[in-house]
């Protein structure tokens, strides 16, 4: 099997250079790693998020009116470098501050904090929040942690919009709290990624197996076991959603199915299918449904589902709002 | 390597009960495998597509406002019954005509001909388009035949418009003879599709190999190579769409994308801006891109080229108009 790239090649200034082609409201930042919306207004916190790149169209296609302001991308499964969202930081801030989306990896983790230590050292005010939907990985150990993932790209929209309608950094902050807190997200991998450049799986999946909680950077699931059908894995993730996250008839819910990049469409469709007939039999309220290619990791074969509880109706609101980015 | 289907349902009723779910302008034609857009106005000219499933998003995803209003789909790869089109067209009928998008196979043309036939003996008014934009197949031979693939999408796009414009059947009839006409799609396979129910590949593609002018329905390609890298793929495929539609400098012309199923978005946007560099290199005026999952084969990895010469403004204008469609 071959994979459509160049050797050697800057796949992220690539891949930039598309999307700046192709979008007149996008502009790269110097010749970072990095787009903004260049039609922000001035007037709005900006709002930042990024990761390793692999993801795609995570975090680029997430930039426009309404959603982030600016996102910034690492290589391949490794986030950027500190100095660079540090200028990232810099060049976006209007004087108010930025406001920061970071998925829960140590690595990130690192980045992102050094680069908002040293932005609040130099007078630029900075408010964060953490993205842990992963509900695969228990906590029993205190070094696995529950990772960011699909549900991130409701906290990009979310407080993108509520950027845009004026909300303050303490404001947004409160709200990205209450959506991190609120969201869970369950996958599946029925084949494991390609590393671009040795065409090699990044983990090994026994024929006819599917792996539940795998990562999106070709981390290996925590189990291994036969694929049975997609109403049998979807019943079983929805029970593990539902143990987490312990609804009742009639809750309202946020609902998105996310290809983790080579499942056809047509199992999307068919899966997304049975998630709805179990959260039917539930009698759970789906308030808003999302499916697609969304935080995906390169080519795997997989699906996640993305649960979010509407603690707060405007939510919808922010989810509904129009927006240029892309990949929404 | 298994894929996420339900042995022995049926993938199409699932995965129309997924979409009416979802999308509230979309409700299923009767218990045929065919929607609608409910919310279209009576007082336009319906445009019905269709043709077999794995396609997916196509052709569901593009029903709505501005764009089909009705598709119907068959089995995998294989088209709809006369019978069903028949009736997905007395339904839809609002007694001005149908106007009616097929792709230029064999079988769907005998299944969408007889309908058509036989509407026409009934009173109904019909108008049609075949779309033939697949050129990766010489006619040489007269039973070797320009496929219809991704170029489709613009035929749904821009005849879908103007038909909410207020369009006759006889305009939409020359509007989709002049577009069919401008459109010329080359593709290659990176690793072929995977048939749900036995899990094998519809093709051989020998390890490092890269294969040209495969079809949409596991058709092989017309030549097998050592793939070398995304550059000189977008040189040589450019190439042979240039000795096709014969470009000067500043000429206008829209490109599609495609992403026929498992690709990476990442490879997706690498072989992207190597497209749009070349096409700089000619001058070319690319006044509308769009790129991704639009025509795809299941879970085949490759990519195609969609380009077509903008003979009339006003196409831009049906492009660039809104649709609540969900693929497009």
């Not at 990049?261 to 308030?287: H, M, P, R, W, Y």
């Amino acid at each position: 099997m071959v994979h459509i790239y160049n050797q050697g090649m800057d796949y992220v200034q690539e891949s930039i250079a598309a999307i700046v082609s192709i979008h007149p409201h996008i502009k790269q930042i110097k010749d970072l790693p990095a787009i903004y919306n260049s039609q922000a207004s001035d007037q709005q916190i900006p709002i930042l998020s990024g990761g390793g790149s692999g993801h795609e169209p995570a975090h680029f296609g997430y930039v426009g009116e309404g959603m982030l302001t600016t996102a910034i991308s690492g290589p391949l499964f490794a986030p950027p470098k500190a100095a660079d969202i540090l200028e990232v930081i810099r060049f976006i801030n209007r004087g108010r501050g930025v406001f920061v989306i970071v998925k829960n990896f140590e690595a990130d983790l690192r980045e992102f904090g050094q680069a908002i230590h040293t932005a609040r050292a130099q007078g630029i005010p900075i408010k964060y929040v953490v993205s842990h939907d992963d509900i695969s990985v228990e906590t029993s150990n205190f070094q696995i942690r529950h990772r960011g993932v699909a549900g991130t790209i409701l906290l990009h929209k979310i407080l993108g919009e509520a950027a845009r309608r004026g909300a303050s950094l303490e404001e947004l902050e409160q709200i990205g709290l209450s959506v991190s807190t609120s969201v869970a997200t369950l996958g599946v991998a029925t084949k494991p990624a390609t590393l671009p450049w040795n065409q090699q799986p990044m983990f090994e999946l026994p024929e006819g197996q599917i792996s539940f909680g795998i990562g999106i950077h070709g981390e290996p699931g925590y189990r291994t076991v036969p694929f049975e059908s997609s109403e049998v894995l979807a019943n079983e993730l929805i029970n593990k959603l539902k143990m987490k996250l312990k609804w009742h008839d009639g809750d309202p819910f946020i609902l998105l199915i996310n290809n983790l990049g080579g499942s056809s469409t047509l199992e999307e469709q068919v899966f997304t299918n049975d998630v709805l007939e179990f959260l039917a039999l539930d009698e759970l309220k789906i308030v808003f449904t999302k499916t697609g290619h969304l935080i995906t990791s390169l080519d795997m074969e997989g699906l996640s589902i993305t649960l979010c509880r509407l603690q707060d109706k405007v939510w919808l609101d922010y989810l509904q709002a129009p927006t240029n980015a892309f990949a929404w």
